[in-house]
């Protein structure tokens, strides 16, 4: 599931972008680590919910893709982490190890995507998120890993199917 679905981010959303594609990863690693240190919701492995992280995102960005699910069902890709979920469930796997990556899913493509989209404007005055993209850039660019980025800012695309139309960009 990693390589098809994190394949299809790095070729589609995040191409060319290689340093927002780790800051995802590192976001989510680091997300379920505070979560998972909740007496309430520790678990001892993270790798099911990174996986579930991951799934989330690309479920977002690309919601109108048709998923076909053991060759059973056929359904759109908004859906998927749900229809995991439910299967995991009915096959008797833990809950709580997808739920953690959902979490962390959800919570890196509200910031990242529709929390700038509809606070566009006083989200680029009041933060210093032109900085810390910066940053991202240089530490990619020093490991050389990845294309060469120029710009910090990130290009505008549209998210998700809801806001289609609606291009963003932090920096400008």
Do not use: C
Not at 34 to 53: D, K
Not at 106 to 134: A, C, D, Q, W
Not at 156 to 162: D, H, N, P
């Amino acid at each position: 599931m990693i390589a098809r679905y994190g394949v299809q981010l790095e070729k589609g959303v995040f191409e060319r972008r290689t340093a927002d594609f780790l800051w995802m990863m590192i976001f989510g690693a680091l997300t379920l680590l505070v979560l998972s240190a909740i007496p309430l919701l520790w678990t001892p492995f993270l790798g099911v919910s990174l996986v579930f992280m991951l799934l989330y995102v690309w479920s977002r960005e690309f919601p109108n893709a048709q998923i076909n699910l053991y060759g059973l069902v056929q359904l759109k890709a908004f859906y998927f982490p749900w229809a995991m979920l439910a299967l995991d469930v009915i096959f008797g796997s833990q809950i709580l190890p997808d739920l953690l990556g959902i979490v962390a899913g959800h919570l890196y493509y509200f910031l990242t995507v529709l929390h700038p989209l509809f606070h566009r404007e006083e989200h680029i005055k009041n933060s210093k998120m032109g900085v810390e993209i910066e940053s991202r850039h240089k530490l990619v660019a020093r490991f050389r890993i990845g294309y060469p980025t120029t710009a910090p800012a990130q290009p505008e695309r549209a998210a998700g199917v809801a806001f289609r139309g609606r291009g963003y960009r932090l920096n400008g």
